[in-house]
Nanobody
Framework: QVQLVESGGGLVQPGGSLRLSCAASGSISSIYVMGWYRQAPGKQRELVATTTSGGSTNYAESVLGRFTISSDNAKNTVDLQMNSLKPEDTGVYYC??????????????WGQGTQVTVSS
């Protein structure tokens, strides 16, 4: 079994910062992609940022320049540093990973989600 566990969400004022962390564990053979998605109330889940095992990164246009994704391949972890937060960043943030396990070639895994609220 593969699990993704997020931490670091919370309440912050506009302009503030938060750092989200995610750790993957279980019968992992390889991780190809790790990243973060978010879902605001009444909205579709959307990509925030991803990073590949080769080190490339991808960001949503709305967070470019404010958020930074980083990963440690040896530890199977990924972090998201969020700066200059805006109210529109509010939502549930989900850790994502594309993983080869002992049982499957490749499949998507999701964390349980962590709430981020940006409000004054």
């Amino acid at each position: 079994q593969v699990q993704l566990v997020e931490s670091g969400g919370g309440l912050v004022q506009p302009g503030g910062s938060l750092r989200l962390s995610c750790a993957a564990s279980g019968s992992i053979s390889s991780i190809y992609v790790m990243g973060w998605y978010r879902q605001a109330p009444g909205k579709q889940r959307e990509l925030v940022a991803t990073t590949t095992s080769g080190g490339s990164t991808n960001y949503a246009e709305s967070v470019l320049g404010r958020f930074t994704i980083s990963s440690d391949n040896a530890k199977n972890t990924v972090d998201l540093q969020m700066n200059s937060l805006k109210p529109e960043d509010t939502g549930v943030y989900y850790c994502y990973a594309d993983i080869r396990s002992n049982y499957y070639t490749r499949r998507d895994y999701w964390g349980q989600g962590t709430q981020v609220t940006v409000s004054s």
